[in-house]
Structures are given as C-alpha cells and as structure tokens.
Nanobody, 124 residues
Framework: QVQLVESGGGLVQAGGSLRLSCVAS????????MAWSRQAPGKERVFVAA????????YHVDSVKGRFTISRVNAENTVYLQMNSLKPEDTAVYYC?????????????????WGQGTQATVSS
C-alpha cells in the first residue's frame, strides 16, 4: 500500500510561484506513473500534469503549459509540481496520484493511489 502526502500549498499573489511536493511511502515511485490533478471550488477534479514511470512521457494540460512543470526524484521518492506565473484561476486543492506501471493518462479511474491534497490559493 502506497501512501502519498502532498505539501507546499499556500497563499500567493498572482504572478507568484509555489512548489508542491508529493512524498511517497510504502513503495518506490520508480515503477509508478505520477500525476497531479486539481479541484477548484464547485468544479470537478481535473488533471494538470503527468510523468510516466519509465521517463518516456511528460504531459501538461494546455492551461498550465509554460507555467507548471512536473518532475520527480526517484531517489527521494518525491514528485514535484513547480508552479510559476500563478493566476487566480489556479486556486484549487492539488492532489498527487500514482499509477503502477501505467501510461501517463488523464483518467482518474486508472490511478491506484491518491494523496489528501494541498490547498493553493492565488489572490488577485
């Protein structure tokens, strides 16, 4: 059983940056595709970025391309989401997800483990 714990959220002004971290325990992320998703108030959860377990693919949704970057440090069992040039519409709870040996797809049902989320709030 893999546990995921996110951190790094907070309150920031528009144009600022946050770096989210997701630390895994109970297993190595080397064999997991990792992803970040977010849920804004009153809206459905949506994926923002994914990184395949074999390093072959990294994706970012159009709304965050050029501003957000997903990365991983397998030796630290940690996945990061660097968020720059933040906008008020980026305000959401951000969740980390893990999928064992799977493709980097934006399909919640295909992910095996989820964290509890970290709140990021961007003020205008």
């Amino acid at each position: 059983q893999v546990q995921l714990v996110e951190s790094g959220g907070g309150l920031v002004q528009a144009g600022g940056s946050l770096r989210l971290s997701c630390v895994a325990s109970g297993g190595t992320i080397r064999t997991y595709t990792m992803a970040w998703s977010r849920q804004a108030p009153g809206k459905e959860r949506v994926f923002v970025a994914a990184n395949s377990w074999n390093g072959g693919s990294t994706y970012h949704v159009d709304s965050v391309k050029g501003r957000f970057t997903i990365s991983r440090v397998n030796a630290e069992n940690t996945v990061y989401l660097q968020m720059n040039s933040l906008k008020p519409e980026d305000t959401a709870v951000y969740y980390c997800a893990a999928r064992r040996l799977g493709a980097a797809e934006y399909d919640s049902a295909k992910y095996d483990y989820w964290g509890q989320g970290t709140q990021a709030t961007v003020s205008s």
